[in-house]
């Protein structure tokens, strides 16, 4: 049997000359992103060491790495993160989930969920961090109350954002489906769910942030680790060194878990070009 040679298809001048002008523009914008935040670093440690700034209340990076050395010397550098880290995973995956549940079941029912709009707009207008002391005194003071508290912050904003998406969608597409027998699930599978894939995807990027802000502020009250209780302890004890690192590592987390979201979104991008 004789091989048959497949001839290979040579891509164009024009699109070799687009692929090398978009590998030059990701580098010139990841080139310029990293001069901007060792700039600002660098300004930041020349004025600690010019005495523009005291660098004993603003600090400066190189003591922020020193503070860093010494929690990771002494052990309790990952403890603390991972304790974060775990209430932010688990509040973030909750909200999510649920928001988006509840959000389904409320594009379902129209009934449902002209009865609860006003409750959602009053539930997203509330400062959660009110309601801290009284999930603390519903189930105690620990990583429970932590966890309620960033399910409280992310839940109605992914219920809000997500409901929005739903109720978005082209009519014209759900009318054609309903005019060929489509079941409401049916609808709702192949054309609400596909057609808001983007704003799930938002909602995720959103919650990120909620997440986050949901565990620093019961770490704030409750917590006795984690970075927000880092922060707490070192602003008592007016170690700004270890408030600023703390910091630090909270960008630096939470930047890791938002690229974690966006590695998600082009997986599943991928697939559904496929």
């Not at 300004?43 to 050395?69: K, Y």
């Given at each position: 049997?004789?091989?048959?040679?497949?001839?290979?298809?040579?891509?164009?001048?024009?699109?070799?000359?687009?692929?090398?002008?978009?590998?030059?523009?990701?580098?010139?914008?990841?080139?310029?992103?990293?001069?901007?935040?060792?700039?600002?670093?660098?300004l930041?440690?020349?004025?600690?060491?010019?005495?523009?700034?005291?660098?004993?209340?603003?600090?400066?990076?190189?003591?922020?790495?020193?503070?860093?050395?010494?929690?990771?010397?002494?052990?309790?550098?990952?403890?603390?993160?991972?304790?974060?880290?775990?209430?932010?995973?688990?509040?973030?995956?909750?909200?999510?989930?649920?928001?988006?549940?509840?959000?389904?079941?409320?594009?379902?029912?129209?009934?449902?969920?002209?009865?609860?709009?006003?409750?959602?707009?009053?539930?997203?207008?509330?400062?959660?961090?009110?309601?801290?002391?009284?999930?603390?005194?519903?189930?105690?003071?620990?990583?429970?109350?932590?966890?309620?508290?960033?399910?409280?912050?992310?839940?109605?904003?992914?219920?809000?954002?997500?409901?929005?998406?739903?109720?978005?969608?082209?009519?014209?597409?759900?009318?054609?489906?309903?005019?060929?027998?489509?079941?409401?699930?049916?609808?709702?599978?192949?054309?609400?769910?596909?057609?808001?894939?983007?704003?799930?995807?938002?909602?995720?990027?959103?919650?990120v942030?909620?997440?986050?802000?949901?565990?620093?502020?019961g770490?704030?009250?409750?917590?006795?680790?984690?970075?927000?209780?880092?922060?707490?302890?070192?602003?008592?004890?007016?170690?700004?060194?270890?408030?600023?690192?703390?910091?630090?590592?909270?960008?630096?987390?939470?930047?890791?878990?938002?690229?974690?979201?966006?590695?998600?979104?082009?997986?599943?991008?991928?697939?559904?070009?496929?």
């Amino acid at each position: 049997m004789s091989k048959k040679k497949t001839k290979e298809i040579k891509p164009s001048k024009e699109r070799l000359l687009y692929l090398r002008r978009t590998r030059n523009e990701k580098a010139a914008v990841y080139s310029v992103r990293i001069f901007i935040l060792v700039a600002i670093f660098g300004l930041w440690e020349l004025a600690g060491n010019l005495g523009w700034i005291d660098p004993f209340i603003m600090s400066q990076p190189s003591r922020i790495l020193n503070t860093i050395a010494n929690l990771y010397a002494k052990g309790d550098l990952f403890p603390h993160i991972g304790i974060s880290c775990l209430e932010t995973v688990v509040g973030f995956l909750l909200g999510t989930v649920a928001g988006t549940l509840i959000a389904s079941l409320l594009w379902w029912s129209k009934f449902l969920s002209r009865v609860s709009e006003p409750y959602l707009v009053i539930l997203n207008a509330l400062p959660k961090v009110a309601l801290g002391p009284i999930f603390i005194v519903w189930v105690g003071a620990g990583p429970k109350a932590i966890i309620i508290m960033t399910l409280a912050i992310s839940l109605i904003v992914s219920i809000l954002e997500v409901l929005s998406g739903f109720m978005a969608t082209d009519i014209e597409k759900i009318k054609l489906l309903q005019t060929l027998g489509a079941s409401k699930w049916q609808v709702f599978t192949k054309v609400v769910l596909p057609a808001n894939f983007g704003t799930m995807v938002n909602s995720l990027k959103v919650n990120v942030g909620l997440s986050w802000v949901g565990v620093i502020m019961g770490e704030f009250l409750v917590s006795k680790a984690g970075i927000g209780y880092l922060i707490v302890y070192g602003s008592q004890v007016f170690q700004m060194d270890l408030v600023m690192a703390s910091v630090i590592i909270l960008a630096v987390a939470a930047a890791v878990m938002y690229q974690g979201v966006l590695l998600l979104e082009k997986k599943f991008v991928k697939e559904k070009q496929l």
